[in-house]
């Protein structure tokens, strides 16, 4: 009896602490999560009163082309920015790993400099790279005496320009992201290396030096110590970088909003979280944005379950 | 002692301002860079000749965010007192009596309203009510370079008065490097995607002896051929190559700008910052007709909320008739570029003064009796994307003009039958 008060009384105590983070969350995360879902039944433009509407929103989000074409642009990001974020990631970890090395720190600090600058700001800084007149980039490919290309304005994919060449038509899907998109894809590739690479670099220190020495003594390779001791053993971090970076590439807006205002060249930089903002709040569909956002929750929660259930298993917990 | 006096006299003052200024209006807007000095200053003379009364102006961006706020302010119970709102934002608020009715106000002045330029003033009136004063309303004028126009051989003093002949001049004016590339182009007729998106389309169809939608605005009517005629007109200057096709909107003000264009439709709102800020001979023109003259008629106004107390709806009445009389609306017009509002201004001797110093400022206000407001609706954000689409599909090559207005026109009607069965 007396047992079951103490523990009645530690968990009041356990409550308290938690209710103030609880608090904050509930008014700041769960309320809106709550009341965007039953909005995402209504139809409302925020002045006039909701009008309820079923599952409409959601049956109109997923027969429009527009809705689509916004997932498969998300796609494109997602599967530009992450090979690439990782593989340069790991590939300055290994460069900045040893000690010893003269001026480490101050490679580790311009290389993690890109992370720490506001997107925004980072935006209007490749905006001014590739602009069409006076941009870096159109001014060194002049340099070196090739045509100028129009970065932002150009809605061919980019495997479309490849096969181009042959005259072949690839459908849709295949056509790959537009020139543009391929701009907005490499800032993501620049804001993420530095985040990768100080993930490699803690995940590389807590590899023992002995495994090292053990493989040395049997004679193996720089290679084969590389792809069997030190890539196996960075599995997790690999493992949080890609989740991280998957839910964070899903969600991408910043950059986009601010390079292509207008949703890019016949609207191929309209990424799914953009339309959901364009509907909010240009057009005021707020409920079939809500439906839209709750689509891209669930296909989030999907991943990440697939991610946990199949991918973890790959992974070397030491 | 002195100092200590002066302190105490500052401080006094300062609170005798707040005790005397017993009515606190918030004003937002949307002018950004430089017609914001032009603005605050108005509003601080005003502040300081009307001493009960105090307006704070705050800055909201531009007018597509304006909407975004006010609708989310009040749903937070947090609106201000006065907003400016794009002439063709209003009916987004008044379908839901969000703005106060200004009738009452004006029938007290009979005069006020003769006094404004008939076609603002209508811009204005909803259902036969008036919601707003029209205050920053411009039009689209055709921007030019006379000093490429001279380079040229070409008469800088006469800019082009027909589609055919800006078609024959962008011709001339466009320049070739040796190796064959374009340095310079003749025209670029750009059409903005987001705030205010199809702006500079839409006098083109009209020119042409198009509409856009029937006049009870319940179908699209960009499927028609004179609106499918103008498309194909507006491609034409790409595939001429007298026009860039493959610049942002932002790129080719950019390259007008440098000089490597010569010339484009703008805004009158923009006609002093031209003068200003640009380091070549400004020349400004009405639009090129074709089987019509017009031009389109865009901007601002400002209207009170309805939820406010009727001492503050005196206030805030007094505060908008002032920013929006003879004086005032000259002083804007001299500063921004933005047409004067009221008849006695337009024929006042002040503003030939003002002619004399900035010509240019001068066909602007000869072109409002050919300026035609944009058709407006609660949707109409979200159309105009639509139709600038279609315009974007066309200069990408991936569909014909009459493919891409009929698909367009599908989707537009959609909306409007969707608004019908609201």
Partial sequence: MISKRKKFRDSIKGYMFISPTALVITVFVFFPLIYAFIMSFHTWNMSSAPIYVGLRNYTTALKSVDFWNSMLYTFYYVLGVLPFSLVFGLFFALLLRDNTMRGTGIYRVIYFMPVVTSPIAAAMGFNWIFENQMGIANHLLEKIGSQPVSWLSTPTGILQMFFNNFNIALPKVLQGPSLTMCVIILLGIWQNVGYATVVYLAGLQSISDTYYEAASLDGATKWKKFWHITLPLLSPSTFFLLIMFIIASFQVFGPIQIMTPAGGPLNTTSVIVFYLYRQAFSYYNMGYAMAVAFLLMGFILTMTIFQFRFLERKVNYE | ?422
């Fill in chain 2, 1 to 422: 002692m002195k100092r200590s006096c002066f302190v105490i006299f500052v401080t006094l003052l300062f609170v005798a301002t707040f005790m005397f200024a017993n009515v606190r209006l918030v004003f937002w807007h949307s002018m950004a860079d430089y017609q914001k000095p032009a603005l605050d200053k108005l509003v601080s003379e005003f502040n300081s000749t009307h001493p009960d009364i105090h307006v704070v102006a705050i800055y909201e961006g531009n007018y597509d965010q304006t909407v975004t706020k006010l609708k989310a302010a009040f749903l937070s119970k947090n609106t201000p007192d006065i907003v400016q709102l794009n002439i063709e934002h209003l009916r987004i608020f008044t379908a839901n009596r969000q703005l106060l009715d200004l009738s009452r106000f004006i029938s007290e002045t009979p005069s006020l309203k003769s006094d404004f330029v008939d076609s603002f003033w209508k811009t204005v009136v909803i259902n036969g009510k008036p919601y707003a004063l029209p205050f920053n309303i411009s039009c689209l004028m055709l921007f030019y370079n006379k000093d490429l126009f001279e380079k040229a051989g070409l008469d800088p003093n006469k800019p082009p008065r027909t589609w055919k002949e800006m078609e024959e001049m962008a011709k001339k004016l466009t320049v070739h490097a040796p190796n064959g590339r374009t340095i310079q182009y003749g025209l670029f007729w750009g059409v903005s995607g987001e705030d205010t998106a199809f702006y500079q389309f839409e006098p083109l169809i009209w020119q042409n002896g198009g509409k856009i939608f029937n006049s009870s605005m319940t179908k699209c009517l960009v499927d028609q051929p004179q609106a499918v005629g103008a498309l194909k007109r507006w491609k034409s200057w790409f595939d001429k190559g007298i026009s860039p096709a493959n610049m942002t909107l932002q790129e080719g003000i950019q390259a007008f700008m440098m000089g490597k264009i010569a010339m484009g439709p703008m805004t009158s709102g923009g006609i002093r910052y031209a003068l200003d800020n640009l380091p070549w001979d400004l020349g400004v023109a009405m639009l090129p007709s074709h089987k019509a003259t017009v031009t389109t008629l865009g901007g601002g106004s400002l209207a009170i909320l309805s939820n406010i107390s009727p001492e503050k709806q005196e206030a805030a009445w007094e505060f908008i008739k002032w920013m929006t009389n003879t004086k005032n609306t000259l002083y804007w017009y001299e500063n921004t570029g933005y047409l004067p509002v009221r008849k006695s201004a337009l024929n006042s001797l002040q503003i030939r003064l003002i002619w004399k110093k900035f010509p240019q400022l001068k066909p602007a206000v000869e072109a409002i009796p050919y300026a035609r407001p944009r058709p407006v609706n609660v949707d109409i954000i979200e159309i105009r994307h639509i139709l600038f689409n279609a315009i974007e599909e066309v200069r990408h090559r991936v569909k014909t003009p009459e493919k891409a207005f009929k698909d367009a026109a599908k989707k537009v009607d959609k909306i409007l039958e969707l608004e019908g069965s609201k």
